[in-house]
């Protein structure tokens, strides 16, 4: 059962194989990119095991120093639509909140940059959990964004935490009490993703994103990652002087960091050391 939008509640339990041993969530990680794959048909509905699973992972990439980008993606139609409904209710609840809060809370410290990959409805929990990444691309057409969960009496805790520094007061009030899913288009212009791209391009468009990132350097992506998310709460002299601090004694300690540099003045590809 899902947070209320279409009812695409599940009819059938997936018990097909996993990487990495997990039920509902594909882990892989190549060319310095971990990739999680939401993998629990037919909506990718949030269980308390599946963000389990997810957490998880999430914290074993604090010890793996040579990924240089998180992705978050979906099998089948839906990015996900949210929580069950039956863990609203009784003793469940709170696991469940724990189980979103420890992901937001999850993203938001790793020091590498997270990326998600929509390419159909995130409602509900779903919605919040593709926001909370750095950067979100998303299908035109097929992706869609929003919070129902008030038309079933019960409101998205993280949502309401979360979106106001996201989308600011004002529309977060219309997104939550109103119950709005939006299209992608209109997710990208009130921030609340990054980039929408045809639906048939998008995984040609997260390809080349992806690739990008993978050339990178290591060291580079998470001291830039740690520069941007360390000031987001604190007001500018304070977030300038943290990502000076960053530059300077994390950044600069790196050995990619002269290598890039030295890399410029030759007119040369830099060779990264991803160290």
């Given at each position: 059962m899902a947070d209320f939008e279409d009812d695409p509640h599940e009819s059938d339990v997936y018990t097909g194989s996993t990487t990495r041993g997990y039920q509902f969530l594909q882990f892989e990680t190549a060319g310095g990119v971990a990739r999680l794959t939401l993998n629990r048909p037919p909506a990718n509905?949030?269980?308390i095991e599946l963000m389990e699973d997810v957490n998880s992972v999430l914290e074993s990439l604090e010890y793996q120093r040579d990924v240089k980008l998180v992705v978050l993606a979906a099998t089948g139609k839906y990015f996900s639509a949210g929580f069950e409904i039956g863990d609203h209710l009784g003793d469940r609840a709170y696991l469940m909140l724990e189980g979103l809060r420890r992901i937001i809370e999850n993203l938001a410290k790793v020091d590498k940059p997270t990326l998600a990959i929509v390419a159909g409805p995130a409602t509900g929990a779903g919605s919040i959990l593709a926001a909370a990444c750095d950067m979100v691309l998303a299908g035109a057409q097929n992706a869609k964004f929003g919070h129902p969960e008030v038309?079933?009496?019960?409101?998205?805790?993280?949502?309401?935490?979360?979106?106001?520094?996201?989308?600011?007061?004002?529309?977060?009030?219309?997104?939550?009490?109103?119950?709005?899913?939006?299209?992608?288009?209109?997710?990208?212009r009130i921030g609340l993703i990054s980039r929408v791209v045809p639906d048939d391009k998008l995984d040609a468009e997260a390809a080349a994103l992806i690739q990008r990132f993978s050339e990178a350097s290591a060291p580079v992506m998470q001291s830039t990652r740690k520069g941007i998310a360390g000031g987001l709460d604190l007001p500018f002299p304070e977030a300038l002087r943290q990502a000076e601090d960053v530059y300077l004694n994390q950044l600069m300690a790196t050995e990619d960091a002269e290598e890039g540099l030295r890399a410029i003045m030759e007119k040369r590809k830099p060779n990264w050391k991803d160290r």
């Open positions: 509905v949030l269980s038309r079933a009496g019960v409101f998205n805790t993280v949502a309401a935490a979360l979106l106001p520094h996201l989308v600011g007061r004002k529309k977060t009030y219309d997104l939550l009490l109103g119950g709005q899913v939006l299209t992608a288009a209109e997710a990208e």
